[in-house]
């Protein structure tokens, strides 16, 4: 409660990346607000295990999951989905991988999805 924030995000494969969505002035959602953050230090090693989790455990190829977080500041998942839209990833500045590695490379949601089918077609994966 009375967060101006929740944290997007989006796994899939291996990779995980984020967006910081923001509220909209004198408005408690930020989903579809459009006022976005692409800080990865504003992400901890917590939420990122967890939308890892939570993919192993619905045993999904690619996942938008939301966040918020507690007065501790524990990650508390209140919504997924199987849709996003891939163009407000675009900026991100890389990638987690499931070791926790961090890739700083472009995010290109439709790339990844196509690589990792091809992949699992072929063996590789």
């Known amino acids: 409660a009375g967060s101006n924030f929740d944290d997007r995000l989006v796994v899939i494969g291996n990779r995980c990346f984020c967006v910081r969505r923001y ?50 500041g524990d990650p508390l998942l209140i919504e997924i989905s199987y849709a996003f839209t891939a163009d407000a990833y675009r900026d991100c500045q890389g990638y987690w991988d499931s070791s926790l590695v961090w890739h700083d490379l472009v995010v290109n949601p439709e790339a990844f999805i196509v690589d990792d089918f091809v992949s699992a077609l072929d063996g590789t994966q």
Do not use: H, W
């Open 23 to 72: 509220c909209r002035q004198n408005d408690f959602r930020a989903s579809g607000s459009g006022i976005l953050g692409y800080d990865k230090a504003c992400f901890s090693v917590k939420v990122i295990k967890s939308a890892f989790e939570v993919v192993r455990r619905l045993g999904t190829q690619s996942l938008a999951l939301d966040y918020v977080y507690d007065e501790k």
